[in-house]
T-cell receptor, first 112, second 115 residues
Framework: TQLLEQSPQFLSIQEGENLTVYCNSSSVFSSLQWYRQEPGEGPVLLVTVVTGGEVKKLKRLTFQFGDARKDSSLHITAAQPGDTGLYLCAGASGSSGSRLTFGEGTQLTVNP | EPEVTQTPSHQVTQMGQEVILRCVPISNHLYFYWYRQILGQKVEFLVSFYNNEISEKSEIFDDQFSVERPDGSNFTLKIRSTKLEDSAMYFC?????????????FGQGTRLTVV
């Protein structure tokens, strides 16, 4: 059974601070997605990383895929209250390379 | 922007009843999925569907579950005889065929409550 562990589980910071969320596994994934989920809604795709060592930037968000494609990180610079939400990482695997294994999520709260 | 749509948004059913959850995937997508999320827990894979057949299923997806693509647009999940533990958010997702790029787009979900 493949597992993705996210840390920290909860993070509460002040507006303007930087933060990093980690997603780790002992398994190799063909690609990894980061999602954001609001209460009672479906996950919304933020980014997909495919190549080991890949770095992608989305405004103040920086995503990195580990060289061995087993781990990933999400770094937010100068966090804003609008960044508050549940951040999920999900690794793709399976016979057709498409089944997603989700982490538990990191609940981020950015206080004004 | 194209999106995955799910109906109903909420469904309350009595234990033992059959329910059908409906999804309209993004129109040019070829892979379709159902996931579920029990309250306070992680999102779990149920089943993937490609070329009119199940391509992969999890241990959760037992004989009580079935999926169907009855026409060119809808994708359904049927639970034959619901149990209390089937209460969860059910998410439909779809993706294009882009090789290793497996980004899936999720619907808003159906909240199923079994009483």
């Amino acid at each position: 059974t493949q597992l993705l562990e996210q840390s920290p589980q909860f993070l509460s910071i002040q507006e303007g601070e930087n933060l990093t969320v980690y997603c780790n596994s002992s398994s190799v994934f063909s690609s990894l997605q980061w999602y954001r989920q609001e209460p009672g809604e479906g996950p919304v795709l933020l980014v997909t990383v495919v190549t080991g060592g890949e770095v992608k930037k989305l405004k103040r968000l920086t995503f990195q895929f580990g060289d061995a494609r087993k781990d990933s990180s999400l770094h937010i610079t100068a966090a804003q209250p609008g960044d508050t939400g549940l951040y999920l990482c999900a690794g793709a695997s399976g016979s057709s390379g498409s089944r997603l294994t989700f982490g538990e999520g990191t609940q981020l709260t950015v206080n004004p | 922007e194209p999106e995955v749509t799910q109906t109903p948004s909420h469904q309350v059913t009595q234990m033992g009843q059959e329910v059908i959850l409906r999804c309209v995937p993004i129109s040019n997508h070829l892979y379709f999925y159902w996931y579920r999320q029990i309250l306070g827990q992680k999102v779990e894979f149920l089943v993937s569907f490609y070329n009119n057949e199940i391509s992969e299923k999890s241990e959760i997806f037992d004989d009580q579950f079935s999926v169907e693509r009855p026409d060119g647009s809808n994708f359904t999940l049927k639970i034959r005889s619901t149990k209390l533990e089937d209460s969860a958010m059910y998410f439909c997702a779809s993706r294009q065929d882009r090789g290793r790029i497996t980004e899936a787009f999720f619907g808003q979900g159906t909240r199923l409550t079994v009483v």
